[in-house]
């Protein structure tokens, strides 16, 4: 019996099933470069090797893909069973992430050469980090599952509906606050020192330190003690 059909028909399926991991890995070194590029001209330090070299990369994603590759490729790395190599997936993208923070499984980011995690923050899982007007988060700050935090959004009253640039929509979540699960941090909030947002809470609008806000949208219904002291380790599983 010639099993030649199938030996190909089975190496064509490990080709086909290996290929988006395969390309990640071809495309990653010039989607750094790209990466490191948007953050030096955030900086207003633009260095024009570094400027020539993501050239190839902004040809296919921005002109091929339409932007959709850089998307893809982060959460593809998202699900990569390992907290240590996803954030170092990040850092090479451009992130600035501290010592002990933790990603969990599946963090989608948008733009994350504009996105800072200070010391021992937990990103829960399925995050959405949408860092492309700035997104600051402090240390030991505890994301649970579902969070998304958005800085950027359309403007409904404009007759084109575009993005209103002029509005300040940079994040900013101080240290040892939490937010619970599924809640909804809108652009230009900034979360103070020690709140907390409870869970399925849509904020609109600035969070006072030590704050405890609920509801939609958001409002103050308690007070958090002041003389907080924990920090987070950034142990987690090993195989994830």
């Known amino acids: 019996m010639n099993s030649t059909p199938a030996l190909l028909i089975a190496?064509?399926?490990?080709?086909?099933?290996?290929?988006?991991?395969m390309m990640i890995i071809v495309v990653f070194p010039s989607q750094c470069c790209y990466c490191a590029y948007k953050k030096q001209k955030n900086e207003?330090?633009?260095?024009?090797?570094?400027?020539?070299?993501?050239?190839?990369?902004?040809?296919?994603?921005?002109?091929?893909?339409?932007?959709?590759?850089m998307r893809y490729s982060i959460i593809k790395m998202s699900t990569f069973p390992s907290n240590h190599v996803r954030k170092w997936f990040y850092i090479a993208l451009g992130a600035k992430v501290g010592t002990n923070a933790v990603f969990h499984y599946r963090t989608e980011i948008?733009?994350?050469?504009?996105?800072?995690?200070?010391s021992g923050s937990v990103i829960g899982d399925n995050a959405l980090?949408?860092?492309?007007?700035?997104?600051?988060?402090g240390e030991?700050?505890?994301?649970?599952?579902?969070?998304?935090?958005?800085?950027?959004?359309?403007?409904?009253?404009?007759?084109?509906?575009?993005?209103?640039?002029?509005?300040?929509?940079?994040?900013?979540?101080?240290?040892?606050?939490?937010?619970?699960?599924n809640v909804i941090i809108l652009p230009g909030v900034h979360i103070g020192e020690g709140?907390?947002?409870?869970?399925?809470?849509?904020?609109?609008?600035?969070?006072?330190?030590?704050a405890v806000v609920a509801g939609i949208p958001a409002h103050?219904?308690?007070?958090?003690?002041?003389?907080?002291?924990?920090?987070?380790?950034?142990?987690?599983?090993r195989l994830y």
């Not at 190496?11 to 991991?21: G, K, M």
């Not at 207003?44 to 590759?69: C, E, H, S, T």
């Not at 709140?195 to 030590?210: L, M, Q, S």
């Open 195 to 210: 709140a907390v947002c409870c869970a399925g809470c849509v904020v609109n609008k600035d969070v006072p330190p030590y």
């Open 110 to 118: 948008r733009s994350p050469f504009c996105l800072s995690v200070g």
């Open 44 to 69: 207003g330090k633009v260095n024009n090797i570094m400027k020539l070299l993501a050239v190839p990369y902004f040809v296919f994603d921005m002109k091929l893909m339409r932007g959709g590759w």
């Open 11 to 21: 190496i064509l399926l490990a080709v086909l099933f290996f290929l988006p991991h």
């Open 129 to 137: 980090l949408d860092a492309r007007n700035g997104l600051t988060i």
């Open 220 to 237: 103050k219904v308690s007070e958090r003690p002041h003389q907080l002291e924990y920090c987070f380790d950034g142990k987690t599983c």
């Open 140 to 181: 030991h700050v505890n994301l649970s599952s579902n969070v998304s935090i958005y800085t950027e959004q359309h403007n409904h009253r404009d007759p084109l509906f575009r993005c209103n640039q002029q509005v300040p929509k940079e994040v900013v979540i101080e240290d040892r606050a939490w937010l619970g699960s």
